[in-house]
């Protein structure tokens, strides 16, 4: 996949902290590569409290554009000139493209990656059905909440370690969202439950749920994705659920962000089998 850098090259990237981890520059450089694009997609690591500095550096064409990871995703939007109505929506952006002049566009994708996700490997599985259950309240905790709202989800339970980070979710989106603690009640009759803590990522334990008190044929969807058979989805696994792994959300986030970006869909080569190569996964469908 080497190719040459020549004065044109267009750059993108994702931004982080954690980045390392991240598996979006494999997927879009594959992209890339498939679609014959002098361009290039690099990971950036700001230090955690100067990305809105970071950011405001590129505005002006430097690069053309930002993913956008934990933890900065809220702080993307007050680099935007204008943003998209569903990071509006969820007070959080996972895209920033920068335009002519001073123009900063920020968009969020995760909602519409985890609703394809959830119709790709749960086909079952109806936004409107059933309460739903997100564990976390940063920036990816928001897309997920504005996207099943959106989707009609009837209740959608925000349950989070700090818990006036949840309050504060909750009044965001409005009803049906409310935030609830971590006991038994956040999981009775729930259809979903959302890893979006970055409990897991690298392994160890993932954060605590009452699956057995959720309903038959309930989905659990990991947002972590390294490692892809976390502790979490084996649990939910144990208990009888469907489970969604997070490479199926990101591969789906990853899509309309290359078309913001490059200006045309994904070339279609299976980028999920590059991923579980670069995860160490032989198997097709770990979950
Ligand atoms: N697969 C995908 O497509 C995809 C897309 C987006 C995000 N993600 C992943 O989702 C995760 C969250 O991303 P983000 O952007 O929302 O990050 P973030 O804004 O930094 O939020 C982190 C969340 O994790 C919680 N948390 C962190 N450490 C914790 C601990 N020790 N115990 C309990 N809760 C803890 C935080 O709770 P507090 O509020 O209490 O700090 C907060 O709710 C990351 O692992 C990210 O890589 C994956």
Redesign the pocket.
């Known amino acids: 996949m080497t190719r040459a850098i020549s004065g044109a090259t267009i750059v993108a990237g994702v931004a982080g902290s954690p980045v390392a981890h991240s598996l979006s520059p494999l997927i879009h450089n594959a992209w890339i590569a498939a679609a014959g694009l002098d361009a290039v997609y690099v990971p950036f690591a700001p230090p955690r409290d100067a990305f809105v500095s970071f950011a405001r550096g590129l505005v002006g064409g430097a690069i053309r554009g930002l993913n956008v990871?934990?933890?900065f995703?809220?702080d993307a939007l007050q680099v935007a000139t204008r943003a998209s109505e569903r990071a509006l929506r969820a007070g959080a952006a996972?895209l920033l493209v920068f335009g002519e002049g001073a123009v900063v566009f920020a968009d969020n994708t995760?909602g519409e990656?985890l609703l394809a996700a959830l119709a790709a490997r749960a086909p079952r599985f109806e936004a409107a059905a059933a309460p739903a259950t997100i564990l976390?309240?940063?920036?990816?905790?928001r897309g997920a909440a504005a996207a099943l709202k959106e989707a009609g989800a009837p209740e959608i339970r925000i349950v989070?370690?700090?818990a006036s980070?949840a309050t504060e979710l909750a009044d965001l989106i409005g009803a049906p969202a409310r935030a609830m603690d971590a006991g038994v009640a956040a999981f009775e009759a729930v259809q979903l439950v959302v890893n979006?803590?970055?409990?897991g990522?690298g392994g160890g334990t993932g954060?605590a749920a009452a699956f057995a008190a959720m309903r038959p044929g309930a989905v659990a969807l990991d947002?972590?994705?390294r490692p892809l058979r976390t502790e979490f989805l084996a649990a939910a696994a144990r208990t009888g659920l469907v489970t969604v792994d997070?490479l199926a959300?990101?591969i789906a986030?990853a899509a309309p962000s290359f078309e913001a970006l490059f200006g045309a869909p994904p070339p279609p080569i299976d980028v999920r089998a590059l991923c579980l190569r670069a995860l160490g996964e032989s198997v097709e469908d770990p979950a």
């Not at 976390?136 to 905790?141: D, M």
């Not at 979006?196 to 409990?199: E, I």
């Open positions: 990871t934990t933890p995703k809220q996972n995760d990656g976390g309240a940063g920036g990816a905790a989070n370690r700090t980070r979006a803590t970055t409990l990522l954060p947002m972590v994705y997070g959300m990101l986030q």
